[in-house]
């Protein structure tokens, strides 16, 4: 055998070699990663101070305080998610594109393959085509060399090859390498990803928790401030005030009334009359409260037919006028004028409260409005007078000025609420409602309400009362 056909084939050794030690570029080790995402949560604790109210609202400062501290973490946790879900979708576009670039690369491996699969072929052809030539004696050294030379093309042709194929398999083993690690980046960003999005979830979940909780305290304090003040008004209204407060009370907030009464003509009359009262309400409307002794009419029969009915009621400064006046249903000698909310408000001064329970204190305040007196005083129960209280004038503290109760005189309970006002010197009528029996609307000209006829009506009520309230 000659050196050029032993050549050929250690080349043909060589590259079968070289072609069956080739890696296998279609396995690939996948690993996977867990994180474990530990979310620590601090539950916000709450001092207890001595006042239940102020813990109360330290509370709800502490839970808006987690609130907002949570909603925070909530947003940065969703751009977190936003940023890795970008990331997520970064590499998958680099795995797309590192496969397409690996599926390139193996297709040109494939043609190379092939490629060294036809040289192989020819180099067999060449071999037999040696071995039926070895028996020729005589050849020409000119085709022995030209044939050498092409040996020599195809051995340079197979050692490119063979190099090509070894920088595709080191290409293609990088671009393995990457991928997995891409592959790993990739399980990476999907279970921070999940992490995140639980993250989110449970914080979401916190917040609402957050939110009944504190919905629950603001109930609770409300609740507790509700019951703070009731029982505040119940303190109040079950505990008595000394007489120099409740008269200092009155002296403060009464109001003026001022009411003039006119006759026209050649003989006319003009009849004022001046006093103190205080402004009453049931809960609905407003009076001012007088007995009819401070007016200038008189229940008489017979009564006299005005014809002009003027007033005003001031304080301070100001002065509202007066519309109409009301004689009670029970008692004509105690007599009104409705007030509204925004001559209330004109006014500026308090607005006494009827007695909701008139007995619960035996004793009670007597304020002079004619003249400046007040007292101790206590009432008993005359059953046959259910309307009214008898006055004790066995039991009478004189406070300041000449204290002498008589009729028109105004009683407060110790509460300071309006008990009722003296219809005589000796009973007290409670107000307990404002029922109206006659009513006179005020003006420069009121001949049509025939005043005297009514009077007249409203004296014979009183005169069939008993004696002993009369």
């Not at 026209?264 to 007995?291: I, P, S």
């Not at 008589?406 to 300071?416: A, E, I, K, M, W």
Request: net charge neutral; proline share 3%.
């Amino acid at each position: 055998m000659n050196r050029s056909i032993l050549i050929v084939i250690c080349d043909f050794l060589l590259v079968s070699l070289l072609v069956f030690s080739t890696a296998d570029v279609n396995k690939v080790g996948e690993t996977g990663v867990q994180r474990a995402v530990k979310v620590d949560r601090t539950a916000p604790q709450v001092d207890s101070g001595k006042d239940l109210a102020a813990a109360m609202r330290l509370a709800l400062d502490e839970e808006r305080k987690n609130r907002d501290r949570l909603l925070g973490e909530l947003a940065r946790t969703r751009e977190t998610a936003g940023e890795r879900d970008l990331q997520f979708r970064n590499l998958q576009q680099q795995i797309q594109a590192r496969e397409q670039e690996a599926t390139g690369l193996q297709q040109h491996q494939i043609n190379l393959e092939q490629q060294f699969a036809v040289a192989q072929t020819n180099i067999q052809n060449l071999n037999r085509q040696l071995q039926n030539t070895s028996t020729e004696a005589m050849l020409s050294k000119e085709k022995l060399a030209a044939m050498e030379a092409e040996d020599r093309k195809r051995s340079d042709q197979a050692s490119a090859l063979q190099r090509q194929l070894a920088e595709l398999a080191r290409s293609n083993q990088m671009i393995l390498t990457e991928k997995q690690q891409l592959s790993t980046k990739l399980e990476v960003t999907e279970v921070e990803k999940r992490a995140a999005t639980e993250q989110a979830a449970r914080m979401t979940e916190e917040v609402k928790a957050e939110r009944v909780e504190k919905a629950r305290l603001v109930e609770s304090v409300k609740a507790l401030a509700s019951n703070s003040g009731q029982l505040a008004q119940e303190i109040r209204e079950n505990r008595p005030l000394a007489p120099n407060t409740l008269y200092t009370e009155f002296v403060t907030n009464r109001v003026d009334a001022r009411l003039n009464a006119f006759k026209y003509g050649m003989f006319g009359v003009n009849r004022r009359k001046q006093a103190e009262t205080v402004l009453v309400t049931d809960g609905t409307n407003t009076f001012a409260l007088c007995h009819v002794q401070d007016t200038p009419l008189t229940l008489w029969d017979p009564g006299t037919e005005w014809e002009g009915l003027t007033g005003t009621l001031s304080r301070n400064t100001a002065e509202i006028p007066v519309r109409s006046l009301c004689f009670s249903f029970r008692d004509p000698r105690i007599v009104w004028m409705p007030v509204s909310a925004t001559e209330v408000r004109q006014l500026g001064c308090k607005v006494y409260r009827l007695s909701q329970d008139p007995f619960k204190f035996q004793d009670a305040v007597l304020v002079g409005t004619e003249e400046d007196y007040y007292g101790e005083c206590r009432f008993e129960i005359d059953l046959s007078m259910p309307d009214y209280v008898k006055l004790d004038r066995n039991f009478l503290k004189g406070l300041f000025g000449h204290f002498n109760p008589s009729r028109g005189d105004l009683v407060l309970s110790r509460t300071g609420e309006l008990l009722g006002v003296m219809a005589n010197s000796t009973y007290c009528m409670m107000i307990r409602s404002f029922d109206a029996g006659a009513t006179f609307r005020f003006g420069e000209d009121i001949r049509a309400e025939h005043t005297g006829v009514i009077l007249a009506g409203l004296y014979s009520q009183v005169a069939q009362f008993p004696l002993k309230l009369q």
